[in-house]
Nanobody, 127 residues
Framework: QLRLVESGGGLVQPGGSLRLSCAPSGFTLVRTAIGWFRQAPGKEREGVSCISVSGDTTNYPDSVKGRFTISRDNAKNTVYLQMNSLKPEDTAVYYC????????????????????WGQGTQVTVSS
């Protein structure tokens, strides 16, 4: 069964940092684009970062730009989301997702562009 597993969530104080990891089970992330999404209670799932196959292209919405950084380590078959300067409004369940056939040098923050999703990891920012 193909699946993704997120880890690294938890409770952190405002201004703190967390690093999320996303690792696949049953397949390799090579030649896929990866996205990170989040969903807070009562809100739509929104994209917070994505990375292209080569890693040369990344995208972020304004709400996290300059605070979040996505990276990939193909040797470890893992994608990371480094989150700094966390705010209470970053509280949500965070999901990673895989785009099997991304255009070259491209990744999207649209959830419709992804094929396989993880179960999510909770991030809570609170004092």
């Amino acid at each position: 069964q193909l699946r993704l597993v997120e880890s690294g969530g938890g409770l952190v104080q405002p201004g703190g940092s967390l690093r999320l990891s996303c690792a696949p089970s049953g397949f390799t992330l090579v030649r896929t684009a990866i996205g990170w999404f989040r969903q807070a209670p009562g809100k739509e799932r929104e994209g917070v970062s994505c990375i292209s196959v080569s890693g040369d292209t990344t995208n972020y919405p304004d709400s996290v730009k300059g605070r979040f950084t996505i990276s990939r380590d193909n040797a470890k078959n893992t994608v990371y989301l480094q989150m700094n300067s966390l705010k209470p409004e970053d509280t949500a369940v965070y999901y990673c997702a895989v785009d099997w056939r991304p255009p070259s040098g491209f990744c999207t923050l649209s959830k419709g562009g992804y094929d396989v999703w993880g179960q999510g990891t909770q991030v809570t920012v609170s004092s």
